[in-house]
């Protein structure tokens, strides 16, 4: 059972923008650090985003930063992926998580809570 979900994916064309949105699937009392991951057929989970609980601090890929933008939420563990100059190379499955500690926000398996994912679509 998935403790986050997310919303917005869709299919755009290259250049363009989308906006993602992830939350609890119930309520939460902790705040988590979040992050966004992404994973394209036939390849690894690959870390894309991240923000700290209090949204002071944000880390990003190479191959996002500069086009991409994760601002959190109004609402306790929301977070948002901005996203803009898409490419065919950011076709893939996205991914949210949340975690409770650690500072190691490019590695997946320090994440606790994951959403199912949602698909983006970058048409050439």
């Known amino acids: 059972q998935a403790q986050l979900v997310e919303s917005g994916g869709g299919l755009v064309q290259t250049g363009g923008s989308l906006r993602l949105y992830c939350g609890p699937a119930?309520?939460?009392?902790?705040?988590?650090?979040m992050g966004w991951f992404r994973q394209a057929p036939g390849k690894d989970r690959e870390f894309v985003a991240a923000?700290?609980?209090?949204?002071?601090?944000?880390y990003y890929a190479d191959s996002a930063n500069g086009r991409f933008t994760i601002p959190r939420g109004s609402a306790k563990n929301t977070v948002y992926l901005h996203m803009s100059g898409l490419k065919p190379e950011d076709t893939a499955v996205y991914y949210c998580?949340?975690?409770?500690?650690?500072?190691?926000?490019?590695?997946?398996?320090?994440?606790?809570?994951w959403g199912r994912g949602t698909q983006v679509t970058v048409s050439s």
């Open positions: 998580a949340a975690r409770v500690g650690g500072t190691d926000y490019s590695r997946a398996l320090g994440y606790d809570f």
């Open positions: 119930g309520e939460t009392f902790t705040l988590y650090s």
């Open positions: 923000v700290t609980g209090s949204g002071g601090s944000t």
